[in-house]
């Protein structure tokens, strides 16, 4: 299995409340994504980094920012949580652009 | 922007048997590839098999493999001698390599896959 881990693994946090998630790999790949997944919906993607300090909107960025400062973290920022976005966040790594995606083992975050 | 199908919500099968998941894509790139994920009850999101969109060869890994009709844009997975561990989520997926959109899976919204003992 890929080294992908993600922190915290479930978070509940209130309305208005700043919200970081971590996604940190061991395997050197360049590109990180962040995903959520809600009913009905499968995963759709939030932003992505294909390196260092290069990072890119998804689909369904609005209220969402991220950062990149070293090759094995790739961080998400709630700036001021809704409840819109309750869900469940991946973060995902591949080696090259296309490629296969490996997935993190997810993040429940729940805003009141 | 690409799109992904599937349109069935939920499938069940016996034990043993053999069942067939659909899915549908529409892109107007020629460089490509699709996946077949499976999101068991763990939630952990897990690659079932992979298809190069320029190899005429269907993918096949074990007793899972695809059948890829590029001009039809479509993409099935058939799971052979089905067994109980293999009830889940499948999420069929989309990639570009070649493209100028953003960089990214595009997944359909999931077959539910029962199996009945």
């Known amino acids: 299995d890929a080294g992908i881990t993600q922190s915290p693994r479930h978070k509940v946090t209130e309305t208005g409340t700043p919200v970081t998630l971590r996604c940190h790999q061991t395997e050197n790949h360049r590109y990180m994504y962040w995903y959520r997944q809600d009913p009905g919906h499968g995963l759709r993607l939030i932003h992505y980094s294909y390196g260092v300090k290069d990072t890119d909107k998804g689909e369904v960025s609005d209220g969402y920012s991220v950062s990149r400062s070293k090759t094995e973290d790739f961080l998400l920022t709630l700036e001021s949580a809704t409840s819109s976005q309750t869900s469940v966040y991946f973060c995902?790594?591949?080696?090259?652009?296309?490629?296969?995606?490996?997935f993190g083992p997810g993040t429940r975050l729940t805003v009141l | 922007a690409q799109t992904v199908t599937q349109s069935q919500p939920e499938m069940s099968v016996q034990e043993a048997e053999t069942v067939t998941l659909s899915c549908t894509y529409d892109t107007s790139e020629s460089d490509y590839y699709l996946f077949w994920y499976k999101q068991p009850p763990s939630r952990q999101m897990i690659l079932v098999i992979r298809?190069?969109?320029?190899?005429?060869q269907n993918a096949t890994e074990n007793r899972f493999s695809v059948n890829f009709q590029k001009a039809a844009k479509s993409f099935s997975l058939k799971i052979s001698d089905s067994q109980l561990g293999d009830a889940a989520m499948y999420f069929c997926a989309y990639s570009s390599y070649s493209g100028g959109g953003a960089d990214g899976l595009t997944f359909g919204k999931g077959t539910h896959l029962i199996i009945q003992p």
């Open positions: 995902a790594i591949s080696e090259a652009r296309g490629d296969t995606q490996y």
């Open positions: 298809q190069e969109a320029y190899k005429q």
